[in-house]
């Protein structure tokens, strides 16, 4: 039972930034039918970014602030370098010219960081707290509160104001959206600047715990992918719950079968979405009354 | 109000509008008609700007407007009610009424809002349903008051009648004919000419990307040619 409540505490963090990543996606998606795969790249330069600012001397707050401004600039320059330029491309193209910025980012993080791992200090100390049986660390609640915090922010912008309601609507019929007048093409880079936020702050709440480096955005990437297609690609709840469900899986895999797979479990349930559901748990069926 | 001069418009290398004129006077119905694939709807796309036009110039209270993208007529005061209502299907009707008036968001969105509602009661009836669970009547009245949250002064209806029930036409040309009384200038587009133009001051037929016949509206209903085109007499 401990051990369970362990994997289940283990699985419930690194799920949340797995939620997160896919959120990103989400957004992105919903606002672009673009499949953004640098999405895990904002969660390293959130990571590393406030790694170098606090060894530069700034105090972990202020260091955060400034990676979270910095992912968002990365995020427009994509957007406007990259998916601007190629507006009216096949999704195909769309998504090769994300991953090839996704290997540049990278890239130029050896260059501006290293290739060295680093870690951040835990926010809030680092006694372990026992529940039930199991430990679990401060910094796991703040990255599940984290998380929920994004999700509740996330969701108050889109439903309650008018810019909000704008992306939806975008989302939902780009061309009704340009005839109310909304302009779709800032629509789009608040969408990448939303998402590379939101990545960020997952790579800044969970540095902590699984350290960071210039490359290990293309795990959360494709996690948080497995997690949008489990959830249901387009569907932020379903992102929130597959990322959950993502990491509690990958947990599980690893403290009951064999920790050499544990990477394997995404990929596996992207398979058995794809054949099984391939519209996901969440996913809007394509059915519309006319 | 709307001097439109030479518009030509393509699809990659297909032209679908060959020099279209056309004028249209402040306070006035008018009525575009002609059959499926005459160029009507890519020609409102292109007067709202969402179709690119490749020559030819629109002028809208004196201004050229050809070249200003799509958001900036609407602040001008152009406003279309797309065909096939093109409503935000999961959004509910008030949130698609609010953001019709996305660029007129003033202490005034609440009062236009409910003479939306008064336009349309069932719209009111129904304002925290989704978009989509609508029907089809309902759908194009909610695409025409989300067309008039945005306080046009120049209203583009594209095919506000298609796939109606007879009873919903006559409702939907009674609201259009009252926009009118409220001084709002209607552009209409119709495959229901007809309807379109009893309703309308003056119409205009357009064949395949070219205005072929124009006139006041009773006199396209009496001309023979129009009649054995496009009433079917």
Known sequence: ???????????????????????????????????????????????????????????????????????????????????????????????????????????????????????????????????????????????????????????????????????????????????????????????????????????????????????????????????????????????????????LMEAFGAGYLSSTYKDAVAFVAILVVLLVMPQGLFGRRAVERV | MLTVDGLTSAYGRIEVLHAVSLDVAAGEIVALVGSNGAGKTTLLRTLSGVQPASGGRIVFEGEEIQRLPAHARVVRGISQSPEGRQVFGPLSVEDNLRLGAFRRNDGTVNSRLDAVY???????????????????????????????????????????????????????????VDLKRKGITVLLVEQNASAALAIADRGYVLEVGRIVHEGNGQALLQDPKVRAAYLGV
């Open chain 1, 1 to 247: 039972m401990a051990e369970f409540l362990q994997l289940v505490f283990s699985g419930l963090t690194i799920g949340a930034v797995y939620a997160l990543v896919a959120l990103g996606f989400t957004l992105v998606y919903n606002a672009s039918d673009v499949i953004n795969f640098a999405q895990g790249d904002f969660v390293m330069i959130g990571g590393m970014g406030t790694v170098f600012l606090m060894a530069a001397g700034l105090s972990l707050p202020v260091a955060a602030m400034i990676a979270i401004v910095a992912a968002v600039l990365v995020g427009l320059l994509l957007h406007r370098l990259a998916i601007e330029p190629a507006r009216g491309a096949s999704p195909v193209s769309l998504i090769m010219i994300t991953i090839g910025a996704s290997i540049f980012i990278k890239g130029v993080a050896q260059l501006v960081f290293d290739k060295q791992f680093h870690s951040l200090p835990a926010f809030s100390g680092t006694a372990p707290i026992a529940i039930g049986g199991a430990t679990i660390l401060p910094q796991s609640f703040w990255v599940i509160g984290g998380m929920f915090c994004v999700v509740a922010g996330l969701w108050l912008f889109l439903e309650k104001t008018l810019i909000g309601k704008a992306v939806l609507a975008t989302a939902a019929n780009r061309l009704a959206a340009r005839l109310v007048g909304i302009n779709v093409t800032v629509v789009l880079a608040l969408a990448f600047g939303l998402s590379a936020a939101i990545g960020a702050v997952g790579g800044i709440l969970v540095t902590p715990i699984t350290l960071t480096r210039y490359d290990v955005g293309t795990l959360f990437a494709l996690k948080g992918f497995a997690a949008a297609m489990v959830g249901g690609m387009g569907n932020p709840i379903g992102a929130v719950v597959g990322g959950l469900l993502i990491g």
């Open chain 2, 118 to 176: 008064t336009m349309f009661p069932v719209l009111s009836e129904r304002r925290r349903t989704a978009a989509s669970s609508l029907s089809g009547g309902q759908q194009q009245m909610l695409a025409i008051g989300r067309a008039l949250m945005a306080q046009p002064k120049l209203l583009l209806l594209d095919e506000p009648s298609l796939g109606l029930a007879p009873l919903l036409v006559d409702q939907i040309l009674e609201a259009v």
